[in-house]
């Protein structure tokens, strides 16, 4: 069923489906990788997502979605770095054998994780209290901009957080120690 209803073969990406309107979403979306992370897409389909690769990924690694001129930006959304979207995204090609890309957006999630570990960015931000906060080196944070590499800080500031940021940066460092 995601085959018959998720694959855009016009697009080469798997896409959110509108059931009702029966039509792709307008905007991909990473849910492309899905496929690759439960391994259930053919060969071709994944080559096809991999030449697209570029519409997700970013200095500092994929984002949600693509690049949208939406006058509001949600936490869900472009530029947002989350990590198990790193996850997702470098597991489903290693998945197919593409080890080099897998490779290259694990080092970018491990970069953009040490450069706010040392030197978080923005320093300052607004707390829940709508006072201004200083951040101090030593964390590890739920989400970054892909774009600049800095803390992101949509709907609300960025916490440090212990659960998957943490765990994907292990695995990370663990996926680039294989070979």
Not at 1 to 22: A, E, H, P, T
Not at 159 to 169: C, I, L, M, Q, T
């Amino acid at each position: 069923m995601i085959n018959r209803y998720c694959w855009d073969d016009k697009k080469g990406l798997y896409r959110d489906y509108d059931f009702i309107n029966k039509r792709f979403s307008q905007t991909a979306s990473v849910i492309t990788f899905y496929p690759l992370w439960a391994g259930i897409a053919a060969k071709d389909q994944v080559a096809k997502v991999v030449a697209n690769l570029s519409v997700f990924e970013y200095e500092y690694g994929p984002t949600v979605c693509e690049k949208n001129s939406r006058e509001n930006q949600y936490q869900w959304d472009y530029p947002t770095g989350w990590p198990p979207i790193y996850y997702l995204v470098i597991k489903g090609l290693d998945n197919y054998g593409y080890k080099r890309e897998a490779r290259r957006i694990a080092a970018k999630y491990l970069d953009v994780v040490a450069k706010n570990f040392f030197n978080p960015q923005p320093a300052v931000y607004f707390g829940s209290d709508g006072k201004k906060e200083r951040r101090t080196a030593g964390h590890v944070y739920e989400k970054y901009n892909v774009t600049n590499g800095a803390i992101y800080d949509a709907e609300y500031a960025s916490r440090p957080f212990h659960g998957w940021s943490y765990g994907v940066f292990i695995w990370c460092l663990n996926y680039l120690r294989q070979e």
